[in-house]
Nanobody, 119 residues
Framework: QVQLVESGGGLVQPGESLRLSCAAS????????MGWYRQAPGKERELVLS???????NYTDSVKGRFTIRRDNAKNAVYLQMNSLKPEYTAVYYC?????????????WGQGTQVTVSS
């Protein structure tokens, strides 16, 4: 079992930056994908940016060049650096962890942290 603890959400003005943190604890797998999804009111939850245990990233085109993701293997954590924030980025951001061990698949979600971009 994996527990995900998120932090860093809040209210910011357009153009400002924010960093979200997600720390994983419990059972740690050697093969995983960890990152962030977001869900705005009335919208489907969508991938923002993720990184695999091997270092590969996946992202939505809307954040390319604006958001970056970084791992801290010692802390079993990932950080989402969000720069030049826009109001349309307002959403609940969820940390996500997906692991594979042999034939088994595991998936975990954080509780979500609100990011509001408003003037």
């Amino acid at each position: 079992q994996v527990q995900l603890v998120e932090s860093g959400g809040g209210l910011v003005q357009p153009g400002e930056s924010l960093r979200l943190s997600c720390a994983a604890s419990g059972r740690i797998f050697s093969s995983f994908v960890m990152g962030w999804y977001r869900q705005a009111p009335g919208k489907e939850r969508e991938l923002v940016l993720s990184i695999t245990s091997g270092g590969s990233t996946n992202y939505t085109d809307s954040v390319k060049g604006r958001f970056t993701i970084r791992r801290d293997n010692a802390k079993n954590a990932v950080y989402l650096q969000m720069n030049s924030l826009k109001p349309e980025y307002t959403a609940v951001y969820y940390c996500h962890y997906q692991a594979r061990e042999g034939i088994w698949r595991y998936e975990y979600w954080g509780q979500g942290t609100q990011v509001t971009v408003s003037s």
